[in-house]
């Protein structure tokens, strides 16, 4: 497995933009699915964006698409997701993860190694 740091989380008004951070051990980095999930209070997990292993792919959720993009840097083991027109209902703790398989993989069941997670917080 691999171990996964999640940074740049934190507190911006509705509107602004962040940019996170997963920076990932190891030196197979550029074979790993990677993606971003996030998780309110009292709330599941959901998926927010993936991105194959080459970058060439990605997909989001509905509901951040046209506002987020993931993209990674396979020569410094980072993935990102840059966040602009943040809403209020972003507001969430921001989850990297991993996972050796191809293909289409949004669910939570489908990562196999997680960050410790991001606070984003977007205020009204």
């Known amino acids: 497995q691999v171990q996964l740091v999640e940074s740049g989380g934190g507190l911006v008004q509705a509107g602004g933009s962040l940019r996170l951070s997963c920076t990932a051990s190891?030196?197979?980095?550029?074979?790993?699915?990677m993606g971003w999930f996030r998780q309110a209070p009292r709330k599941e997990r959901e998926f927010v964006a993936t991105?194959?292993?080459?970058?060439?792919?990605?997909y989001y959720a509905d509901s951040v698409k046209g506002r987020f993009t993931i993209s990674r840097d396979n020569a410094k083991n980072t993935v990102y997701l840059q966040m602009n027109s943040l809403k209020p209902e972003d507001t969430a703790v921001y989850y990297c993860?991993?996972?050796?398989?191809?293909?289409?993989?949004?669910?939570?069941?489908?990562?196999?190694?997680w960050g410790q997670g991001t606070q984003v917080t977007v205020s009204s």
């Open positions: 190891g030196r197979t980095f550029s074979s790993y699915t």
């Open positions: 993860a991993a996972d050796r398989a191809l293909g289409f993989l949004v669910a939570v069941s489908d990562f196999g190694s």
């Open positions: 991105i194959s292993w080459s970058g060439d792919t990605t």
